[in-house]
């Protein structure tokens, strides 16, 4: 992959407002996520990380059967610091989740619950999913709003989650970070005409039946989530720069798109997914010497998008961001 250059544009004031919400459980007044907003925006960006959290409470890893192991198969390793360095050099708001996903999994629904891993199971009160339902499936899986087991590793916990710590888990960490990310998906709307979401995650090395495997896979849920030409716009500036990318194989997004995805209301919402080999060392557990290039190369993207985003809203929008 050819690095990208560097931008010739000033960087842009570092001049931030950063606002914490949410609560962690079991960890005092930890917040459950931080939203930092530059004091005037260059585009109509917010990233978002929703699985990097690394702010584990004792009692909570105490339970793991295999912390160490638990913790690096769950969290998108580091992906926080791409978000971080691409948010600086671009303008854009950027959410940040510090509750880990192995307490709670922002990318799924409130009742993608496996009932088997609650004390007492399903209330009578909540109705029983339909076995052919989605999130269901992945509940059952093991992968659902609390994770439960891992493949190939089996079961994270020790023992069942109390249903008091479960509604404190969906009241503090979900209800709080997606209330804060529909907010600040309609500020930007509201100042722009149209607004995008980057929802930032990182993936394992995929295998490719030929050539090279990708290293981004870009999602919008097969269309649902986002305009075509911001897709079209995203998938063309990763080519010509030497990237490798794939659309919506093996990963099209998932609750987060759904739920703030709404093209025909000009808020569009794209999952991104960076190879962990790409940017972490060779055991994929500290940032590795490629991370700057990767950041510097989304950061790109990110300008690309907020342009094209700009388009969609028009009017003032489009005003600001030729400024």
Not at 49 to 72: I, N
Not at 186 to 213: F, K, N, T, V
Not at 280 to 294: F, H, S, T, V
Request: with cysteine.
């Amino acid at each position: 992959m050819v690095p990208p250059s560097r931008p010739s544009r000033p960087a842009f004031p570092a001049v931030r407002t950063s606002e914490s919400g949410g609560i962690v459980p079991g960890l005092g007044a930890a917040p459950a996520f931080t939203l930092t907003t530059p004091a005037r925006m260059s585009l109509p960006v917010l990233i978002a990380v929703p699985h990097a959290g690394r702010a584990y409470p004792p009692a909570v890893t105490a339970r793991m059967r295999d912390p160490a192991l638990a913790q690096l198969r769950l969290e998108d390793r580091h992906v926080d610091r791409l978000g971080i360095a691409m948010a600086r050099e671009t303008g854009a708001a950027l959410l940040v989740a510090h509750a880990p996903r192995a307490l709670l999994d922002l990318n799924r629904a409130e009742d993608d619950i496996d009932w088997d891993m609650v004390d007492g199971g399903r209330p009578d009160s909540i109705a029983a999913a339909d076995p052919g339902q989605r999130g269901n499936a992945r509940a059952r899986s093991g992968l659902g709003l609390v994770p439960r087991r891992l493949p190939g590793s089996g079961e994270i916990w020790r023992g069942r989650l109390a249903p008091a710590e479960l509604a404190a888990r969906i009241d503090g960490i979900h209800r709080a970070y997606h209330t804060a990310l529909a907010q600040a998906l309609a500020d930007i709307r509201a100042q722009w005409g149209a607004a995008l979401l980057i929802d930032l995650h990182s993936m394992p090395p995929l295998r490719a039946a030929e050539g090279e495997a990708p290293t981004f896979v870009l999602g919008d849920r097969f269309g649902a989530a986002c305009h075509t030409a911001l897709m079209g716009r995203a998938l063309n500036f990763l080519e010509g720069r030497g990237a490798i990318a794939a659309h919506n194989r093996p990963y099209s997004g998932g609750y987060v798109l759904d739920r703030h995805g709404a093209p025909s209301a000009q808020v569009h919402a794209m999952q991104i997914e960076v190879c962990r080999s790409a940017y972490l060392d060779r055991q994929m557990i500290e940032p590795g010497p490629g991370l700057p290039a990767i950041a510097a190369l989304l950061a790109g993207l990110v300008r690309e998008l907020g342009a094209e985003t700009a388009l969609q809203g028009g009017g003032e929008g489009l005003r600001q961001a030729a400024e």
